[in-house]
């Protein structure tokens, strides 16, 4: 099993729908968030690109924050998800200094937070919030290890990227471009 | 300067209200054991009650999801709902932000005077209501009660609205119309028989070819239009976007046309001229639905690809490739309308031009093109016959905008201000959820007409500009503690949804319903409002249709099939048209009558002089106007608009990211507030651009007070429409000053008194 | 042009707009885990050496200083965590991947020899013991006795702590090899806690281990420099630092020509100080302040100038600090995206 979610930027218009959402479905206090909206303009007037991406933890193959927490909080869970155990953290930091996707955050409560890919709602057989609200459906989420899903089939047949892949942890958030 | 009887009451507050970025971790050596909630709740344990949103128009059915303790935790899209689709938007999911909202209104407020100074008292109900009830009383027998107006935007307007036809006015408008949709909807009742409304039946699901102009989809987020865009985008659909700046739709467009603004009647004859005269237009269809063709060939005949290059600037070869593009793929295509279309005066000419082309393609009753929606009818209880009025708001402007369906609420402000040559001008305005100093033009002439006025009641959510110069201010609650009346606007399928509350009104709050129903009394108009409580009319009005409320308790949504299957015209079917001749006009015979051009024509639009650039606003997904920029979780998506300059006027002007600038118009109007700037390729040279609804200038309004700028009081040059009365706002100039003008006015008083000469001739020159 | 945003969502503190979710904390305890290390691997060095005579300052005062900055880094390490209440976790677990783990571990372990270390030379330091104070004296009193019988005038209370004294005198070589051996990992470790971290380009850099040892061993000789009482050890430590310094200028050299020719974000990251918002104050206090005029001065003073050691001391520790400050703050700025 190794779940791993595909956003199409071909259709995503950065409403940050999946922002909000995720901050409802997971009581993230305001004035902080576990995915965020960027948009990258390339060229000059009129010859231009726009690309807009829905951004979140990457639950990275390989794991420099789980590699570097010191008690063991953040962990990686069945189907690959990187999660954070608040009562282990001790709030060092040391993983929000090792992700390159700059995906986690000090909770006000002083643990390190991150996306769970909503784990909470895979085990009742739901989508990720972020995933189920997505007004433009440009969001598919599902396990890479089957090739018959929807994800599988999708990141095979189209273009992807990943972010930053030059440093090498294998991310598995797929860019559909 | 003339002292205002109404003066602005500004409740300050303290500090502002240490709310997302201030929360510093906190180092809690104690009992952090403790501290960690377990975030993800007991489902169990948690309810759901059907509502529909109310945070934009498009009002999407869906769920609240509360805790025992009644939390409310979230709210996601009804499944059955065909607005929504199951899915909410981001204001939608981030509705909740208004219920938590802790700057709302939370009592009933009345203006007092002590010392010369006016303040807010607080007051109970019966005590604000009596003195509304008494003083509309008073000033429907010292005026007429035709004199009292009412302007609405929101679910809850209906009730008020029945409750002052009641009382003998007619006269509700809401600034949707005249500031938005209006010319649109004239539009395409002069050439179809029938407007758009909302939502508009653009089946963009199924079209292979969708044309935007200066419509940003996306941006907009009309919910189901987005959703349908995407699916477009999924099946291979061409888009064709036609807008100066670069915008999120245009950057999904396999053609991007960067018109120069306010040239786009050109680009749309030109279209007409290609497909005419490459015969590419749907013959039949033309031949059996359409009347004025010959007279339509004959206008463009002359409007050549080329003709337009001159104009537009769009190249002849892009224009005759688009228009090649639509018709392959028509009548499932849609050139589509769009929603705020009042820009230049002439809107309603260019949405005709929309409208004809659309005929062109077949697109109008086609799959792929608009459908034929369907409404539920709901019956209303028995009550008296309203009184017959002598005047309406039409009476206000004599002869003219005879087009217009609907109250202008432009004109209802106009007419507020006493003039010669009117009988009598309105007294009294009960403005509920529209804030008009920011939804309406020229900020100086609302004031003005406020400060004519009598008595104001307003009734809101939330501290709006605009209660701070009520007589008596009324908190309402929000759509998530209320019930209100059913929704059954139309669509692919008849439906009716349910707003119930899933928690108890916060504060001293009441619903518009029972507001209403308390005024009604209080004005001896109690027969007018035949229940007790709101659930009786809604249950009793549900059985008419075979449901009940406790059955829409539980589904919140019910479709209901179709009688016929006429969501489209089916090939050479006979189809009568609610017009003058019954079939689609492309030569409007109403115009006509009217005395406007049948055929719509270009005209050319005054340009920014040099230094000074075209001052364009839109929207953001995350907000609706100003109606969200307060909403905590909103706010946090974002909480104040940027600039959006080009590159190159930046290096011309020397400006820098994120520096703060203020802006001054073709008139001398500076913005109150300074703007960060964004340089930016998305827009051109000639142009800048924001988001409307910022720049909020009430103090009450704690996260949006001063943060970014609003566009709305730099908008003092107003093209009319002399079809409709539609207020053109995109003729607009503005100019950067980089220093804050409020310490260089000082210098300018100063200078003024030596050399006023001086300075009145550099105003002339600007003006 | 190219135009990188992030439009909505992640405001989240200590995030963005940059990266500083470290502050003074942790390059302080950086400064103090490496002049920890450099104080004690002197002393350790002179013992194998058998020089431990003519250094009396490194190997018995040196080790003082050590264990009040091991414990002062320990509680400014546990100051900058954001859940200190579950400090403890730190001490449940060890993880070697983690440098942040066997950091914790290393200091535990370093405080332990140290102790082990102070009480070998306890009757050196604590020589002619007479307290003045009653109430010390009443707690002493369970450990140690008056004793004339010796040179040293006191004795321990205890039997079994005499036993262990005895063994750790006789295996002090023994305990000098493992403190030397602790000593370099907690140098290279106040490095390697930075380079470890492959999303920070500025950190990125395995030279980064070796120098902040080497900056360590400067920084704990420099402080012994002003220490020492006699002229041939504070000559001895001026040659030392001399050294260091050329040592460590060579590596700083090296990790700017390391991140030239590396990857883009990494040639980004070394643009902060070669030209970038960094530029001045890491070559004024860092390069300047803190190595060359050090060195100058401190052949001048070998040239037989007067100078007091005091300066150049003083100028190598500011330097060594101003160092980790710098870098803690400029790494955390250096990102791979926005």
């Known amino acids: 099993m190794r779940y791993a979610m595909a956003i199409d930027t071909k259709k995503c218009v950065g409403c940050s729908d999946c922002v909000v959402a995720c901050q409802t479905e997971n009581n993230i206090p305001i004035g902080y968030s576990r995915d965020w909206i960027t948009e990258t303009v390339e060229g000059i007037y009129p010859g231009l690109h726009l690309e807009i991406r829905s951004e979140r933890c990457n639950h990275c193959e390989n794991t420099p924050c789980v590699r570097t927490c010191p008690t063991g909080a953040s962990h990686i869970i069945e189907g690959g998800i990187v999660k954070v155990n608040h009562e282990e953290c001790i709030g060092c930091g040391a993983c929000i200094q090792s992700c390159p996707y700059d995906a986690r955050y000090s909770h006000p409560e002083g643990y390190v937070d991150k996306c769970t890919f909503c784990d909470h709602r895979i085990n009742n057989g739901q989508d990720p919030a972020c995933v189920s609200v997505c007004p433009t459906h440009c969001m598919y989420f599902g396990d890479l290890d089957d090739p018959n899903s929807e994800i599988s089939k999708i990141v095979s047949a189209r273009k992807v990227k990943v972010l930053a892949p030059e440093a090498g942890t294998k991310p598995q958030i797929f860019y559909l471009v | 300067m003339k002292t205002t009887r109404r003066d602005f009451i500004k409740i300050s507050s303290m500090g502002v209200g240490g709310l997302a970025l201030s929360a510093s971790p906190v180092l809690g050596w104690v009992p952090g054991f403790l501290k960690i909630d377990d975030v993800i709740p007991d489902d169990s344990k948690v309810k759901r009650t059907p509502t529909y949103c109310e945070i934009c128009f498009w009002k999407c059915a869906g769920w609240t999801y509360t805790d025992e303790k009644g939390k409310i935790l979230k709210i996601v899209g009804n499944d059955d709902d065909q607005h929504s689709n199951g899915r909410f938007c981001p204001r939608g999911t981030g509705g909740v932000g208004m219920y938590n909202d802790e700057d709302r209104l939370k009592t009933p407020l009345i203006r007092e005077e002590k010392d010369g100074k006016q303040y807010f008292r607080e007051a109970s109900w019966d005590e604000a209501l009596d003195l509304i009830s008494k003083r509309l009383t008073e000033i429907g027998e010292e005026y007429t009660r035709e004199c009292i107006a009412l302007f609405t935007h929101g679910s809850g307007g209906k009730f008020l609205g029945n409750v002052l036809k009641a009382f003998g006015s007619g006269s509700i408008s809401a600034p949707s119309y005249a500031q938005c949709k209006g010319p649109r909807e004239v539009a395409f009742i002069a050439t179809y028989g029938k407007g758009l409304s909302s939502p508009e039946p653009t089946d963009i699901r199924n079209t292979r070819c969708l044309v935007l102009i200066g419509s940003h989809i996306g941006e907009n987020m009309h919910n189901g239009q987005v959703q349908e865009m995407s699916e477009a985008i999924d099946n291979g659909a061409t888009i064709i976007t036609?807008?100066?700046?670069?915008?999120?739709?245009?950057?999904?467009?396999?053609?991007?046309?960067?018109?120069?603004?306010?040239?786009?009647?050109?680009?749309?004859?030109?279209?007409?001229?290609?497909?005419?005269?490459?015969?590419?237009?749907?013959?039949?269809?033309?031949?059996?639905?359409?009347?004025?063709?010959?007279?339509?060939?004959?206008?463009?005949?002359?409007?050549?690809?080329?003709?337009?290059?001159?104009?537009?600037?769009?190249?002849?070869?892009?224009?005759?490739?688009?228009?090649?593009?639509?018709?392959?793929?028509?009548?499932?295509?849609?050139?589509?309308?769009?929603?705020?279309?009042?820009?230049?005066?002439?809107?309603?000419?260019?949405?005709?031009?929309?409208?004809?082309l659309n005929a062109l393609l077949g697109s109008w009753g086609r799959k792929g093109g608009f459908y034929m929606s369907e409404k539920l009818h709901l019956k209303n209880m028995n009550t008296p016959e309203y009184p017959k009025m002598k005047h309406t708001w039409r009476d206000a402007h004599p002869g003219k905008y005879m087009l217009a369906d609907l109250a202008l609420a432009s004109g209802i402000c106009d007419a507020t201000i006493p003039s010669v040559d009117r009988e009598c001008s309105y007294k009294a305005w009960i403005v509920n959820g529209s804030n008009l100093l920011t939804t309406i033009p020229n900020r100086k002439n609302t004031i003005e007409a406020i400060n004519n006025l009598e008595f104001m009641v307003v009734i809101d959510t939330m501290p709006a500009e605009i209660t701070g110069y009520a007589d008596v201010v009324l908190p309402e609650c929000t759509y998530l503690e209320r019930y209100d009346m059913l929704r059954t606007s139309k669509h692919r399928k008849p439906s009716v949804a349910l707003r119930m509350p899933a928690v108890e009104p916060k504060y001293n709050s009441k619903p518009d319903w029972w507001i209403a129903k308390q005024l009604a009394e209080k004005l001896g108009l109690g027969d007018y409002v035949p229940y007790n409580d709101i659930t009786e009319l809604l249950d009793w009005q549900l059985k008419q249709i075979g449901s009940s409320l406790e059955e829409m308790q539980k589904i919140g949504v019910k479709n209901i099939d179709r009688e016929y299957n006429d969501l489209y015209i089916l090939q050479g079917e006979e189809h009568e048209f609610n017009t003058n001749t019954g079939k689609i006009e492309l030569y409007a015979t109403s115009f006509q009558q009217e005395g406007f051009d049948p055929l719509p024509n270009y005209t050319a639009h005054p340009e920014p002089l040099p230094g000074f650039y075209r001052l364009n606003y839109g929207r953001a997904p995350m907000h609706t106007f100003g109606r969200t920029t307060n909403n905590p979780n909103l706010t946090d998506l974002m909480d104040e608009n940027k600039l959006w300059v080009n590159p190159k006027v930046a290096k011309e002007w020397d400006l820098s990211n994120n520096q703060e600038v203020w802006l001054e118009n073709q008139d001398g109007v500076v913005s109150t507030f300074p703007i960060k700037v964004r340089i930016t390729e998305r827009i051109g040279k000639h142009s800048v651009y924001l988001v409307h609804g910022f720049g909020r200038f009430d103090k009450r309004l704690k996260r949006s007070y001063g943060k970014g700028l609003d566009d709305s009081e730099l908008i003092t040059n107003v093209m009319v429409d002399p079809i409709m009365g539609g207020t053109g706002m995109r003729g607009n100039f503005v100019t950067f000053i980089t220093e804050d003008p409020k310490l260089k006015l000082v210098g300018n008083k100063a200078r003024k008194r030596n050399k006023s000469g001086n300075s009145a001739k550099i105003n002339n020159k600007q003006a | 042009m190219r135009e990188e945003i992030i439009t909505s969502g992640r405001m989240n503190p200590g995030i963005d707009p940059y990266l500083h979710i470290w502050h003074w904390e942790i390059p302080l305890y950086l400064?103090?885990?490496?002049?920890?290390?450099?104080?004690?691997?002197?002393?350790?060095?002179?013992?194998?050496?058998?020089?431990?005579?003519?250094?009396?300052?490194?190997?018995?005062?040196?080790?003082?200083?050590?264990?009040?900055?091991?414990?002062?880094?320990?509680?400014?390490?546990?100051?900058?965590?954001?859940?200190?209440?579950?400090?403890?976790?730190?001490?449940?677990?060890?993880?070697?991947?983690?440098?942040?783990?066997?950091?914790?571990?290393?200091?535990?372990?370093?405080?332990?020899?140290?102790?082990?270390?102070?009480?070998?030379?306890?009757?050196?330091?604590?020589?002619?013991?007479?307290?003045?104070?009653?109430?010390?004296?009443?707690?002493?009193?369970?450990?140690?006795?008056?004793?004339?019988?010796?040179?040293?005038?006191?004795?321990?209370?205890?039997?079994?702590?005499?036993?262990?004294?005895?063994?750790?005198?006789?295996?002090?070589?023994?305990?000098?090899?493992?403190?030397?051996?602790?000593?370099?990992?907690?140098?290279?470790?106040?490095?390697?806690?930075?380079?470890?971290?492959?999303?920070?380009?500025?950190?990125?850099?395995?030279?980064?281990?070796?120098?902040?040892?080497?900056?360590?061993?400067?920084?704990?000789?420099?402080?012994?420099?002003?220490?020492?009482?006699?002229?041939?050890?504070?000559?001895?430590?001026?040659?030392?630092?001399?050294?260091l310094i050329v040592i460590e200028l060579f590596f700083i050299v090296h990790m700017f020509m390391g991140f030239l020719a590396g990857s883009e974000v990494k040639a980004e990251a070394a643009h902060y100080f070669l030209g970038g918002e960094f530029t001045v104050v890491f070559w004024i206090n860092v390069v300047i302040i803190g190595l060359i005029i050090p060195a100058v001065l401190e052949i001048l003073e070998l040239l037989k100038f007067k100078i007091p050691v005091i300066v150049p001391g003083i100028l190598i520790l500011w330097g060594g600090m101003m160092f980790r400050f710098i870098m803690v703050d400029a790494g955390q700025i250096t990102r791979f995206l926005y």
Request: hydrophobic share 50%; aromatic share 14%; glycine share 6%.
């Open chain 2, 242 to 356: 036609v807008d100066p700046r670069y915008s999120t739709a245009a950057s999904k467009s396999k053609y991007w046309l960067p018109i120069k603004p306010a040239t786009d009647i050109a680009l749309l004859l030109a279209w007409m001229n290609v497909i005419i005269k490459e015969e590419l237009y749907d013959k039949e269809y033309i031949e059996k639905y359409t009347f004025g063709f010959e007279q339509l060939k004959n206008h463009v005949k002359n409007k050549t690809p080329e003709w337009a290059y001159g104009i537009t600037t769009i190249k002849p070869d892009v224009i005759r490739k688009t228009a090649r593009e639509m018709a392959g793929a028509a009548p499932a295509a849609i050139v589509h309308p769009g929603r705020h279309t009042t820009w230049y005066g002439d809107d309603t000419q260019r949405l005709r031009a929309v409208a004809v």
């Open chain 3, 31 to 243: 400064f103090l885990g490496g002049l920890a290390a450099g104080l004690l691997f002197f002393a350790a060095y002179f013992v194998i050496t058998g020089k431990d005579k003519q250094f009396p300052t490194a190997v018995k005062y040196g080790p003082i200083i050590a264990l009040v900055t091991i414990v002062i880094g320990l509680i400014v390490l546990i100051l900058d965590l954001k859940h200190p209440a579950y400090f403890w976790q730190l001490l449940t677990t060890v993880r070697f991947v983690s440098p942040m783990s066997w950091g914790a571990w290393t200091l535990v372990f370093m405080s332990i020899v140290n102790v082990v270390w102070l009480f070998s030379y306890a009757k050196d330091i604590f020589k002619g013991y007479k307290c003045r104070f009653k109430f010390v004296l009443k707690l002493t009193k369970i450990l140690v006795k008056e004793d004339s019988s010796n040179e040293y005038g006191w004795e321990w209370q205890h039997k079994l702590i005499k036993r262990f004294e005895i063994y750790t005198q006789d295996k002090r070589k023994a305990w000098a090899w493992v403190m030397i051996v602790l000593a370099v990992i907690l140098g290279v470790y106040t490095g390697i806690l930075l380079s470890a971290f492959n999303a920070r380009p500025l950190w990125n850099t395995s030279i980064l281990g070796p120098l902040f040892l080497t900056s360590g061993l400067s920084t704990g000789a420099a402080l012994l420099m002003i220490l020492s009482k006699t002229h041939s050890e504070k000559h001895a430590f001026s040659r030392i630092d001399i050294l």
